[in-house]
């Protein structure tokens, strides 16, 4: 069974920078597209980046210009490189991909994030 596990995230103040990572037990990655959401408590997910296999990105406005992320199919792994973070960005970050071939969703157990002085 496919499991994800999110790491790197902890206190920062306002402009400083964390990178989290997303690791899978199994070499899904390559085959669809992974994306990062994010959570604060009594709101919904929000997603806030995706890669393509094909490596092309997308970025909820919000994050545009400060987010960055990437994949190295070869280690399983996803990153959110972050910078000039914001009391905003406060939050439980997420990985998350949709395996469609056996309709399933798949979400680590999430990451936090706080942003203050």
């Known amino acids: 069974q496919v499991q994800f596990v999110e790491s790197g995230g902890g206190l920062v103040q306002p402009g400083g920078s964390l990178t989290l990572t997303c690791q899978s037990s199994e070499s899904i990655f390559p085959k669809y597209v992974m994306d990062w959401y994010r959570q604060v408590p009594g709101k919904g997910r929000e997603a806030v980046a995706a890669?393509?296999?094909?490596?092309?990105?997308w970025y909820a406005d919000s994050v545009k210009g400060r987010f960055t992320i990437s994949r190295v199919n070869s280690e399983n792994r996803v990153y959110l490189q972050m910078s000039r973070l914001k009391v905003e960005d406060t939050a439980v970050y997420y990985c998350h991909t949709y395996d469609h071939v056996v309709d399933t969703e798949y979400w680590g157990q999430g990451t936090q994030v706080t942003v203050r002085s």
């Open positions: 890669i393509r296999p094909d490596n092309v990105e």
